[in-house]
């Protein structure tokens, strides 16, 4: 294979063969199509922690954004972890630790304990998981190889709907200096004894070797670690991006679980075990999303009160449960706020919490379209070549069926009354070339020609229009398809076609 060369090489894209043949770029915001003022400030947002407005319409590259967004800040530093408190088990105690300490603890207890495995002793999966075989051809290699060497597969997991699933691999792998290895750290598993109980088993990387530890080894390890009293509420290793849903007060601000045994000494499970972080929590140095922010409602108020104070205790949120009297003060909250919504629900945006955003920060209208020009077409081949990488059950696609995508965004951008522009809403045309590569893949074919994207284009006509097409209108399509009797009962039958009889209005 021809190695890989970025975009911008080729003078014209049309010399281009096949998007397989684009290297796409390592850094995440230069994978974002369009969209430069968002991207500029996305890029401020990163160096000097200020928070984001996105406004504009879906599919335009907004959670994108966010997402490039975090993936351009330092990796996270500390970790989170929350003690008994044996003066009062109901207040559990902070405790922050800096990579540093994480990882001497680390250190101090990996080599002790556990197995030491060839990989090729571990099973296949595992060994999979953690970078040492090719998921392709089989094959064995130090993880180090992030492409496998006798298949030229790449060995990191791309996971759907995860643009940037590859380089957030990359970057979890090069945390603290070490060098970029495929796969993950550790995966965990469970084995059946003999006596039907089941037990944990994780295996480790340890250079080139696998480690294992069984439930013992786990425990020695807890034990010598002095996790014992201890719990994890925010790991060092963490995704620095955390997307907050808004459908609950628990899920964004943390909460202390319920225990039947209100926290009982020798029945109960203790307080500091029964603690949650929110996702206000587990953004910390990183990015918390909030998608259409104005559906948060009254949540908005404490996303302010986090932001500004930047720590948020935890405590039980249910008042029957017994998690309630139990509290953890100042838990660290330091945050970069992307806040995204459409342009109707803008007014619908707490207007303190608004300009907390524009008083530390930007508010940036996302562009529906881009100048119709040689580089952005040559960006559009390699927004094809990103969603044949996403998707990863699609095959690349040739000159001319990107030529027939260029046109297709043409035509898009004319919708919204924009001439010589390209549009950017791109998930649907995301959407257009998984269309063309399953059309590809059904034929059997290699490479997504012009002609699967034309046949997509017709397949991915809205149902109104198929009806259109097939009937001649769409009312002639709704009477082929109900009896009178439901036809009568329409909607649309009553609002477009019933003729009031006369004695209705005498
Ligand atoms: N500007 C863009 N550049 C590259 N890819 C894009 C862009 N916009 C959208 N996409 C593609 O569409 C997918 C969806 O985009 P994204 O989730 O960022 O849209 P959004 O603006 O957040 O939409 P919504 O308002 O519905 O949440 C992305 O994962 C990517 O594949
Ligand atoms: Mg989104």
């Known amino acids: 294979m021809s190695e890989k060369r970025p975009v911008e090489h080729w003078s014209d894209v049309t010399e281009l063969a096949s998007t397989g043949e684009i290297l796409l770029p390592s850094d995440p915001l230069d ?38 967004l975090s993936l351009n800040l330092p990796v996270p530093n500390h970790e989170i972890r929350v003690v008994k408190n044996p003066e009062n088990s109901e207040r559990p105690l902070l405790e922050v630790l800096d990579s ?28 999979e998981r953690l970078g040492f075989r090719c998921k392709k051809c089989g094959a064995y290699s130090s993880p180090h190889d992030l492409v496998c060497p006798e298949c030229q597969t790449g060995k990191t997991s791309a996971a759907v709907n995860a643009p940037f699933a590859d380089l957030f691999g990359s970057l ?78 628990t899920e964004l601000l943390g909460d202390v679980l319920h225990d039947p045994y209100g926290g009982h000494e020798k029945l109960g499970s203790p307080a500091y075990e029964r603690v949650v972080a929110g996702a206000i929590h587990e953004a910390h140095e990183g990015v918390l999303f909030i998608d259409e922010i104005s ?23 249910n008042p029957q449960s017994a998690g309630a009297s139990v509290r953890v003060d100042a838990v660290p909250c330091d945050f970069i706020l992307v806040a995204a919504c459409n342009i109707q629900d803008i007014e619908n945006i707490l207007s303190p919490l608004r300009s907390r955003i524009i008083g530390n920060g930007y508010e940036v209208l996302v562009d529906t379209v881009m100048p119709d020009n040689s580089e952005n077409r040559a960006k559009y081949a390699q927004f094809v070549a990103q969603e044949v ?6 095959p690349h696609a040739d000159i001319h069926a990107v030529e027939e995508l260029i046109k297709e965004g043409r035509r898009r951008a004319k919708l ?91």
């Open 31 to 68: 994978r974002v199509l369009g969209q430069n003022e968002a991207i500029q400030m996305a890029k401020i947002a990163a160096t000097q922690r200020r928070n984001l407005l996105l406004v504009g319409p879906p599919g335009t590259g907004k959670s994108m954004i966010a997402q490039a």
């Open 100 to 127: 540093k300490e994480v990882v001497r603890e680390e250190d101090l207890t990996a080599e002790t304990v556990g197995t030491l495995l060839e990989p090729k002793k571990a099973p296949a999966n595992v060994a």
């Open 172 to 249: 979890m792998e090069s945390f603290n200096g070490q060098p970029t290895l495929a796969g993950k750290d550790r995966v965990n598993t469970t084995r059946t004894l003999p006596d039907g109980t089941e037990e944990t088993i994780v295996f480790e990387r340890a250079g080139e070797y696998i480690r294992m530890l069984d439930q013992k080894s786990l425990e020695k390890r807890s034990q010598l670690q002095g996790t014992k009293n201890k719990k994890i509420l925010v790991k060092l290793r963490r995704n620095p991006f955390v997307m907050a849903t808004g459908s609950s007060e």
């Open 295 to 317: 559906h948060l409602g009254n949540l908005q108020r404490y996303i302010l009160t986090a932001m500004q104070d930047k720590t948020f205790p935890i405590t039980g949120h």
């Open 389 to 394: 990488q996403k998707d990863g059950r699609i």
């Open 416 to 506: 919204d009354e924009q001439s010589n522009s390209l549009t950017l809403r791109l998930r649907e045309m995301g959407g257009l070339i998984r269309a063309a590569g399953d059309i590809a893949v059904v034929d059997g074919e290699d490479i997504i020609t012009a002609e699967h994207v034309r046949r997509a284009l017709k397949r991915a006509m809205p149902v109104e229009e198929q009806i259109k097409n097939k009937y001649g209108s769409y009312t002639k399509g709704l009477s082929k398809d109900v009896s009178s009797a439901q036809k009568e009962k329409s909607q649309y039958y009553f609002q477009n076609e019933h003729v009031p009889d006369d004695s209705m209005f005498n």
